[in-house]
C-alpha cells in the first residue's frame, strides 16, 4: 500500500475515536471528536491531492476513497441518529443513496469506470460540514435552522448527485 492510500485508510481508522468521543456524555468530548472529525475530513482532501501530484493514483485508492468517506460519513451520523442530533429519515436518504450508487458501481461492466462526479463531491463536503455542526451546535435557536439548512442541501445534493449517477451509467449495466 502507498502512503496515499494509508492516508485514505486513516480516515476510516480515525472514524472510531470520533465515535466513541460523540457518544460519550458532554459537550467536551464532543468538540474533541469534531477535531478528530476535521482531520478525518482533511484526509478525504489530502489524499486525492497527493495522489495526482506525486503521480500514485492507484486502483486501491480509487475503491478506498469512497469506501472511507462512506465510513466516515455514515458512521458518524448514526452517532448523530443515536444521541438525538440526527432524524432518522436523512440518515435512511443517505444510506439508500450510498448503497444504491454503490451497487449500481458492482454491476457495471469490466472496463466501465465511474468516476466521482462533482455533484458527488459536493455532497460529501456538505455531508461532512452538516456532520461536524451536527455533533456540536445546539439543537435549538439558530443553530438549529443553520445544522437543518446543511442537512437540506446534504439531501438535495445526495438525491441529485445519484440521480445523475444511475441517469449517466444505468444504459451501461
Known amino acids: 500500500m502507498s502512503v496515499v ?26 468538540w474533541w471528536g469534531l477535531a478528530v472529525f476535521v482531520l478525518a475530513g482533511l484526509t478525504d482532501f489530502a489524499d486525492g491531492r497527493l495522489a495526482r501530484r506525486l503521480g500514485r493514483t492507484t486502483r486501491l485508492g480509487a475503491y478506498l476513497d469512497p469506501l472511507a468517506d462512506k465510513v466516515l460519513v455514515l458512521g458518524t451520523a448514526a452517532a448523530l441518529v443515536a444521541g438525538g442530533r440526527l ?20 454491476v ?28 456540536v451546535l445546539a439543537r435549538q435557536g439558530a443553530a438549529a435552522l443553520v445544522t437543518a ?14 440521480w445523475q449517477y444511475f441517469r449517466r451509467f444505468w444504459g451501461a449495466v
Do not use: C, F, N
Open 87 to 106: 432524524s432518522a429519515w436523512v440518515y435512511l436518504v443517505v444510506l439508500v443513496r450510498e448503497l444504491a450508487v454503490m451497487g449500481l458501481r458492482s
Open 5 to 30: 492510500d494509508w492516508l485514505t485508510a486513516s480516515r476510516v481508522l480515525l472514524t472510531v475515536p470520533v465515535l466513541a468521543l460523540w457518544l460519550s456524555p458532554g459537550a467536551e468530548a464532543r
Open 149 to 162: 439548512g446543511l442537512w437540506a442541501l446534504a439531501v438535495v445534493l445526495t438525491i441529485g448527485s445519484g
Open 108 to 135: 457495471l461492466p469490466p472496463g466501465v469506470h465511474m468516476p466521482a462526479s462533482l455533484a458527488a463531491k459536493w455532497k460529501t463536503t456538505v455531508q461532512m460540514v452538516a456532520v461536524g455542526a451536527s455533533a
